[in-house]
């Protein structure tokens, strides 16, 4: 490469930052949600498209009134909708990667969070999940897909599946998701959680949040990560819910809408949980590299909602 050539590659590289820079204030404020509907303008009949789709899923009086709670208070609490036998295929894939554990930390590509341990990184072929993987399989369930979907009047695009071993950080200062915050992934994020672990109390780490309308005083805040002193002081301490439930218990929260922390983890506890992200499309921030890779039968549906 001559020096020319790297002198524009890096002023290219300044503009893509910059742009990314400006989307970020963008989307952590109001005007997002100007940008979210232009962006939604220019694609009408992609958009006309996924609604048809959406209307296509089966619909249950619960999933009705379970979307209407999702968009009222910002969550939901779903372990009686979703279907046990694919929660239970989760369990025992994570449980057998838990049996694993030593062996996959040591081939952990990422490990910026201390208290956070990724066991999933031998499922990828070049960053993406097989679809009939069962991390895939629940977050593509109908009842999941139509309660989100119902909520965002739209049919949601799966973004990402986690599997996530928060585990005791004795003497370290709180981080990252331990401290308080919001998803702005985009303008609307919905994470579908399973527990899979028992999490009977607050030695447990659990998922702790602040429903959609106390958290409503955090809209419009650069301010990304928060102590406990910082946010009580505008919501005081009894708005939080800490999500205390039972193994294989099942969630969906609006995280871009309700603060949230958790993984806050006592010595000898830990805590292993499933995640699957949700965004609607189309994405306030570029689309990032493919995250599934189709295998097997897919319906038109789940192509889209995995935009294959
Ligand atoms: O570990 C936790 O409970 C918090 C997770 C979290 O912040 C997130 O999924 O956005």
Not at 84 to 91: D, I, K, P, Q, T
Not at 198 to 215: E, K, M
Request: glycine share 4%; with cysteine.
């Amino acid at each position: 490469m001559t020096a020319i050539d790297a002198g524009a590659k890096n002023a290219k590289r300044a503009k893509i930052s910059q742009f990314r820079r400006l989307l970020w204030h963008v989307n952590r404020t109001d005007l997002g949600w100007v940008l979210k509907a232009a962006l939604t303008g220019l694609q009408l009949p992609a958009r006309a498209k996924r609604v048809a789709l959406l209307k296509q899923l089966p619909t249950k009086p619960e999933w009705t009134e379970a979307s209407r709670k999702l968009d009222q208070d910002g969550y939901v609490d779903v372990s009686d909708i979703v279907n046990r036998g694919l929660a239970e295929a989760v369990a025992s894939f994570a449980e057998n990667k838990v049996s694993r554990l030593n062996e996959l930390v040591g081939q952990q590509k990422e490990r910026h969070k201390s208290f956070w341990v990724s066991l999933l990184d031998e499922d990828l072929v070049n960053g993406a999940f097989a679809t009939d993987h069962p991390f895939v399989r629940y977050a593509l369930q109908p009842a999941a897909l139509r309660i989100i979907g119902d909520f965002m009047h739209d049919l949601p695009q799966l973004s990402d599946v986690v599997l996530t071993l928060s585990q005791p950080t004795p003497n370290q200062a709180l981080s990252f998701s331990q401290l308080w915050h919001l998803d702005h992934d985009d303008k609307r994020v919905c994470k579908l959680f399973i527990y899979l672990t028992d999490v009977q109390n607050t030695a447990d780490g659990p998922f702790t949040f602040i429903p959609a309308g106390p958290s409503k005083a955090f809209r419009n805040s650069l301010k990304s990560h928060m102590n406990d002193a910082t946010v009580f002081a505008k919501t005081g301490p009894d708005v939080v819910k800490e999500m205390i439930a039972p193994r294989l218990s099942s969630f969906i929260v609006n995280t871009a809408r309700c603060l949230h922390m958790g993984s806050r983890i006592q010595s000898d506890h830990s805590r292993l949980l499933y995640t699957a992200t949700y965004i609607q499309q189309p994405r306030i921030y570029p689309e990032p590299p493919a995250r599934f890779r189709a295998v097997g039968n897919l319906s038109d549906l789940e192509r889209a909602v995995m935009r294959l």
